[in-house]
């Protein structure tokens, strides 16, 4: 079966994940998936998905945490799959931007043809839109670094519960002290954290 895109699956639930992976392997996509929002945004930075499905209540980062990543760093439009359907996370989920937001429990039937349909949508919006930038390699120049900054700021904010611009300082004083720039400090960050979470690492 050709395959349709690239799609990112996000959900604590390891039997969740292992059934929408199947499915959606079985309709023609091509599927990376992970069971928490930190290996979420690393996969998403190294994998370009063209789509994320993200559960919403997990350990650690949440989904509109994940969302609000792909959002505004990636260009990297999402949908969610959540039993919650409240109004504050409909609201959430509005305010974030999601191309569907589906109740659980679910049908892979169900499924499907709205993934088809935020394909279809993203094909609209990204047409007049420039490529995403490539993953950040080592010794890769400056200029592709940018997006280094806030992933490393937001696993700073999660491993050592900190606010935003506390974690910022962190990394700062930390570059001072390895006399680095801030982005290469982050960018050390970030790669030691993806060969933890590398295939056969864990």
Known sequence: MANKGKI????????VLATLTHGLVQAGYDVIDADNGDD???LAREHRPQLALLDIRM???SGFDV????R??????FMFLSAFSDEETIRQVQALGAVAYLVKPLDI??????VEAAFAH???VTAQAPAAAPAVEQGAPAGLLDDIVPIAVGIAMHRFSLDRKQALEKLQRAAEQERVSLEEQCRRMVQALETLV?????
């Not at 990112?8 to 039997?15: G, H, W």
């Not at 590398?198 to 864990?202: I, K, N, Q, S, V």
């Open 198 to 202: 590398a295939p056969g690492r864990l």
């Open 59 to 61: 350990e650690g980062k």
């Open 122 to 124: 993203r094909q609209h």
């Open 72 to 77: 505004d760093y990636l260009k990297i439009p």
């Open 109 to 114: 039937r169900q499924i499907v043809p709205a």
């Open 40 to 42: 979420a945004i690393l």
């Open 8 to 15: 990112l699956v996000v959900d604590d639930d390891r039997l």
């Open 67 to 70: 969302a609000a990543y792909l």
